[in-house]
């Protein structure tokens, strides 16, 4: 690879990077975490099944949090429930979704999540 594709791939990566919008207010921003394209039996899912199994999706990656996330004392008096870096879950369809380069994010309520999951590996849909 040369130093002209270096700097190429760097200032795509960074155009990309600005991309990534802010939460503003009591907002945190979630990625929604890869889907598996295989069932556990090696079956490759049809992009319907991955397209539903993103969109009802309880487990968010969280990116980063609003300036205000949190801040209310009175809702949360023993501080933020997740931080930069947890896994959340949410209820299915939570937040504004939207995708950038093929990957989803959602923007979701600082009060939308309901635990932090240290693992989210095996959790799937009832």
């Known amino acids: ?28 921003l979630c990625m929604v975490p890869a889907i598996e394209e295989e069932f556990e039996s090696g079956i490759v899912k049809a992009d319907a099944t991955i ?16 300036d205000m996330a949190y801040s209310d004392k009175t809702r949360f008096p023993t501080g933020p429930w997740c931080k930069k870096g947890d896994f959340v879950m949410t209820r299915a369809y939570a937040g504004t979704r939207f995708k950038i380069h093929g990957r989803e994010f959602r923007i979701i309520n600082d ?10 590996r095996g959790i799937s849909n009832a």
């Open 51 to 66: 397209l539903t199994e993103e969109l009802t999706t309880k487990v968010l990656f969280v990116v980063e949090l609003g």
């Open 111 to 120: 009060d939308t999540v309901e635990a932090v999951v240290e693992d989210p």
């Open 1 to 28: 690879m040369s130093s002209i594709d270096v700097a190429e791939t760097h200032a795509e990566a960074e155009s990309k990077a600005k991309q990534i919008p802010a939460p503003k207010g009591f907002r945190i």
